[in-house]
């Protein structure tokens, strides 16, 4: 800022020193600042402790809106004032005085405002860091109109590449407005796909459609807003645009069929998240999430498997719980021969029964409850299985094949049933032959 202008701010936005205690306004405008804090202060408690959404903090599980009724709640004080100081300047401006120390209170009020802001939606520690170093100062200097000349400033310092001019001003601009919008574009994605998610009227797939559709639209958004910080003509893209969509085409023909992939599977509903799916390379495990252009499968050793959406399209995959939860399973053992084969098989149908995750009861069809049968005749016993229903997958924390498989092991022993393992019979063929020999 050059002297002229210094002295123009002076003798404009600040009256001389000494005229301060002698003009009334200046009294006026300190009992109307007063006053509009106090008024400010007062209805915005009372708004905050009369209405439970923005008193009491909602937990964690809440839903996203009741959230953000909330932290409106911690902006109505400077907001309040904002708007009251606002009214107060053009009152002032229509009575003819100079209300200077009221638009000083409105910039104290919008840099608090600003600070309020940050500390009721900004919840990551470094982007607040970010907000109030970097944040505050361009508002600051923008509030006593000493941005544009530190706006000139940086664009005296440029560098010239070819018929690309780059200036200090340009690079400092999409860095911080690029960094903005990131940070926008990432907060308001996971508030979005909350909100969506937490739409009881709406099936699994439905949410997963409408959060996917949610989140192009999204990048999309930010892509033209972060090209036009940059200065990029937005029109001349449409030059070239045909040749764009071939290279697209050609280079990204992976990803843009992941993606159409994904859009697919959730409209026809041939999966969705919480399925346990088993894939033609033997990788399964339960659907977590869907992403752009893979889905995220979780398997019961706590590994997450990244899976591209093409590949549930165009290869075989197993849908276990696609339609129902339940699922059928067998557990295979050996009696010897001599057991007593009918009154073996209601003593296992009773213990299996009693496991809680099995399926079983009067009030269960019959087909769907336990059943032991012969399975085959062994080299050294009799082939059974036990058939069961259960809910859920056999598996990680639901492993019932593994304890009824116990369960059956002390069933035969308290039965006094053994189970057989493998016995050959040696047969000497003419014994008197291979005693004369010495054998």
């Known amino acids: 800022m050059d ?25 006026l405008q300190l009992l109307a600042i007063a006053i509009i804090y106090l008024v400010a202060f007062a209805v915005s408690y009372k708004i905050r402790h009369s209405i439970d959404l923005t008193h009491n903090e909602p937990l964690d599980s809440a839903h996203p809106l009741r959230k953000l009724v909330f932290r409106i709640g911690g902006i109505l004080f400077p907001l309040l004032a904002i708007l009251l100081l606002q009214v107060s300047k ?57 941005l544009p000349t530190v706006i000139g400033a940086l664009e005296e310092i440029s560098l010239d590449v070819g018929n690309v001019s780059i200036s200090a001003y340009g690079v400092a601009r999409v860095i911080i407005f690029g960094s903005f919008l990131f940070w926008l574009g990432r907060t308001s994605n996971n508030f ?63 990803i843009a069929s992941n993606f159409i992939s994904g859009i697919i599977i959730l409209l026809d509903r041939s999966l969705t998240v919480g399925d346990f799916v088993e894939l033609d390379d033997g990788q399964k495990g339960f659907v977590r999430e869907f992403k752009m252009r893979y889905a995220v499968l979780e398997t019961y050793d706590g590994k997450d498997i990244l899976v591209p959406n093409e590949k549930f399209i165009s290869s075989l995959m197993i849908n276990w719980t696609h339609k129902d939860p339940k699922q059928r399973y067998r557990v295979d053992f050996s009696v010897p021969y001599s057991t007593d084969v009918r009154s073996m098989v209601e003593f296992i149908k009773v213990a299996v029964s009693e496991h809680e995750q099995v399926i079983s009861g009067p009030d269960v069809p019959f087909e769907e409850r336990p059943d032991c049968e012969i399975d085959s005749f062994g080299d050294s016993g009799i082939n059974m299985f036990v058939e ?28 006094g049933i053994e189970i057989p393992f493998p016995q050959r019979e040696v047969k000497i063929i003419n014994p008197e032959r291979n005693n004369a020999s010495g054998l």
């Open 388 to 415: 069961f229903w259960m809910i859920g997958v056999d598996d990680g924390k639901n492993r019932v094949g593994g304890d009824l498989m116990l369960i059956i092991l002390e069933t035969l022993k308290e039965n």
């Open 192 to 254: 979005g796909k909350a909100v969506i998610r937490k739409q009881t009227s709406l099936d699994i797939p439905t949410k997963e459609v409408f959060s996917k559709l949610f989140e192009v639209s999204l990048f999309c958004i930010i892509v033209l807003l972060l090209l036009n910080v940059m200065g990029i003509n937005l029109t001349t893209l449409a030059v070239f645009g045909g040749a764009l969509g071939v290279g697209l085409g050609l280079g990204l023909q992976s």
């Open 90 to 146: 053009k009152a002032g401006e229509t009575l003819e005085y100079t209300p200077w120390l009221i638009e000083t209170a409105l910039a104290i009020a919008v840099l608090l405002f600003f600070n309020s802001l940050i500390r009721a939606f900004v919840q990551h520690a470094f982007a607040a860091s970010l907000f109030r170093w970097i944040g505050l100062p361009i508002l600051l200097l923008h509030l006593l109109n000493f």
């Open 3 to 27: 002297t002229e202008q210094t002295d123009t701010f002076v003798t404009g936005y600040l009256p001389p020193i000494q005229s301060l205690l002698s003009d009334p306004s200046t009294y």
